[in-house]
């Protein structure tokens, strides 16, 4: 127990001693994502702003829980449309170890502007992070193999299973493959 | 008999699931590279119907799935024009298609792609897919959507899928010119290094 304590101490100091070098505030913890490269802020609300090296970790966690995550842009009318969907679900089964993420791509000089002032108007709940990367022929198989690149999309995955659906949902289709996944029997 | 018989029906049924397996991927999953692509007749913006058969001595067309109003097709128009004025004038014109229905996206228009290639004095044809039957035939998914044709005597040769380079935020940081380095390669009659690439666009309305 002292040793794990002790760890963990010191894990916090090394992320802290990094964070601080970049001059970059911590968001995101739970996530245990990478550290962002950028943070936008307006007033409570956070973003962290990552490279695809510090998401990466999102869509890979391995403990109980399972992620239900939404690759959105507030210039993307239909990610727009299914967003309370999305929040719905997570507000739902946040006790039911599920945990929902939406992937902002929108891009970076448009923050501000656009994103900020959306994730306080529409009042979102569910964690916002952005991913900011061009090399997307790089990542964009990583997240999945058979994802074309266009948007909406949406992983949904634990530790044993994984779908992605490049595709608009609704909230029953949304509820439907959620159950579909954690359902083990 | 009785097991020749017993022969012939097997060779019946697996005859028949032969003929009945068709093509080895489903239609629409659309063009994979080295498939035939369709030819099409679709209304340009000045009115007119445009097919790839018009282009008589085209060597190979860039066919792109783009429209008015997705920040990533207008992030790269600037790259668009340019490579029609770069290889149109090599045989490889640009062929501009607004796959979008703008019932869904009225800012995608027929009269509103209009003012915007008026705007970007567009060179190009840039097409309606009216009926929305085309993207899904060719496997576009979103805008930008780039598909690069070879004209060969049996068709037209399906030869490059995907984005038009790797940096859509700043065209002076990009490193690979992957539609670019598919015509040239064509050009030249060599191999394409890269078939197929991804990108991040706005799903087709």
């Given at each position: 127990m002292k040793l794990c304590v002790t760890c963990l101490f010191f894990v916090i100091l090394i992320s802290c001693n990094r964070a601080g070098k970049k001059g970059v505030r911590k968001v995101?913890?739970?996530?245990?994502?990478?550290?962002?490269?950028n943070v936008v802020t307006d007033g409570a609300i956070q973003i962290g702003v990552y490279d695809f090296e510090g998401l990466e970790p999102l869509l890979n966690r391995k403990n109980g829980k399972t992620y239900v995550v939404n690759f959105w842009a507030t210039w993307c009318k239909p990610c727009v449309t299914e967003l309370p969907y999305f929040e719905r679900l997570g507000e739902k089964y946040k006790d039911s170890g599920v945990e929902v993420v939406l992937v902002s791509l929108d891009m970076p000089g448009t923050l501000d502007k656009k994103l900020l002032p959306f994730v306080k108007r529409e009042a979102l709940t569910s964690r916002v992070v952005v991913l900011d990367d061009p090399r997307q022929n790089d990542w964009i198989p990583k997240v999945?193999?058979?994802?074309?690149?266009?948007?909406p999309a949406t992983l949904i995955y634990n530790k044993d299973r994984r779908a992605f659906y490049e595709s608009s949902l609704t909230y029953t289709e949304l509820e439907e493959n959620l159950n579909a996944l954690t359902d083990t029997k | 008999m009785k097991p020749l018989l017993r022969i012939s029906l097997l060779l019946t049924v697996v005859l028949t699931m032969g003929s009945f397996s068709?093509?080895?991927?489903?239609?629409?999953?659309g063009y994979r590279i080295g498939d035939i692509a369709e030819d099409f007749s679709l209304i340009n913006i000045d009115g007119k119907m445009v097919s790839l058969?018009?282009?008589?001595?085209?060597?190979?067309y860039l066919l792109i799935f783009t429209c008015n109003t997705c920040p990533y097709a207008q992030a790269y128009e600037d790259r668009i024009i340019a490579l029609d004025r770069k290889y149109s004038k090599m045989g490889v014109p640009v062929i501009a298609i607004n796959p979008n229905n703008p019932e869904k996206?009225?800012?995608?228009s027929f009269e509103e792609m209009k003012v915007r290639a008026h705007q970007k004095k567009f060179a190009f044809p840039y097409l309606l897919d009216k009926e929305q039957k085309i993207y899904p035939l060719y496997g576009a998914t979103r805008t930008p959507h780039v598909f690069l044709l070879e004209r060969k005597t049996h068709g037209n040769e399906v030869k490059y899928i995907g984005a038009i380079d790797d940096n859509y935020q700043d065209a002076a940081s990009v490193e690979n010119r992957y539609a670019e380095d598919a015509v040239n390669a064509m050009l030249e009659g060599k191999e394409i290094r890269i078939t197929t690439t991804k990108a991040i666009g706005c799903g087709i309305k």
């Open positions: 995101d913890e739970g996530l245990k994502m990478g550290l962002p490269k999945a193999e058979e994802w074309s690149g266009a948007i | 068709g093509p080895s991927h489903p239609v629409d999953e058969s018009d282009y008589e001595n085209a060597k190979g996206s009225p800012r995608d």
